[in-house]
């Protein structure tokens, strides 16, 4: 047995199932890269797509089983934590799927295999594959095995810069990622002020300033971030 075929018996060792259908099981954990276009393969692009909603899904029930009380504002946020794609590669680490996955040489030269997104993409693509192989309840179970330790740190105090924070509450929400714009820009060259434009689709801009791109970037986010939570704030009291 070479060390791809045992990486992949020791993922389903872990996951507790193992897969019918191994054609899917292959595709789920084979990436675009595979065949660097030289020839049609099918890879787990197309899983992405279910897998992530069935995440959702998975995310959303718990959420809603753990505190029934909760908000709706609040859920989304701790939805956003659970489902962005640094969740997910942290799930796939604890999974072992890393060393099962199909990769070209070119992507694994260049870290692919380590890499957050391309991890969190096949951890999508393989809940995709277990869904459905063995139902919901199988995608169930991997979601609750493999995140109970996101759960640990759920409310845990945000640590996390307000870029990120802003791209993940984007994310909880469906929407495409933050854009920033550069919308002026003053001062001498040795002590420039920048101020940034942030946009995210279905909300009115914001803007941040700061004595450099990525300050000024923060201080939009952040100003957005306080904007939304507000505005779920009131929504939610006048309910």
């Not at 897969?19 to 292959?26: S, Y």
């Not at 914001?206 to 505005?231: D, F, I, P």
Request: hydrophobic share 40%; net charge negative; with cysteine.
């Amino acid at each position: 047995m070479n060390a791809r075929a045992a990486a992949v018996e020791d993922l389903e060792s872990r996951i507790g199932h193992i897969f019918v259908d191994r054609d899917l099981l292959e595709r789920a954990l084979t990436h675009a890269s595979v065949g660097d276009g030289a020839r049609e393969v099918r890879h787990n692009e197309r899983l992405e797509f279910l897998g992530d909603r069935v995440l959702n899904l998975c995310a959303a029930e718990r959420l809603m089983a753990l505190d029934p009380d909760s908000r709706e504002g609040e859920m989304s946020r701790r939805l956003a934590s659970l489902v962005n794609y640094h969740a997910c590669a942290r799930a796939a680490e604890r999974a072992g799927l890393p060393q099962a996955l199909r990769l070209s040489a070119s992507a694994t030269k260049v870290g692919a295999r380590k890499s957050d997104a391309v991890l969190g993409d096949a951890c999508e693509a393989l809940i995709a594959a277990l869904y459905i192989d063995g139902g919901l309840e199988t995608a169930k179970a991997f979601f609750e095995k493999f995140w109970a330790e996101e759960f640990q740190h759920l409310d845990a105090p945000r640590s996390k810069d307000p870029k990120t924070q802003l791209q993940e509450w984007a994310q909880g929400l469906g929407l495409p990622l933050p854009a920033y714009e550069v919308v002026n820009r003053t001062g001498p060259a040795h002590a420039p002020a920048f101020t940034v434009e942030v946009r995210i689709q279905g909300f009115e801009p914001e803007r941040g300033e700061g004595g450099s791109r990525q300050a000024a970037e923060k201080s939009a986010a952040q100003t957005m971030l306080l904007k939304r939570e507000g505005v779920e704030s009131e929504a939610e009291a006048d309910q």
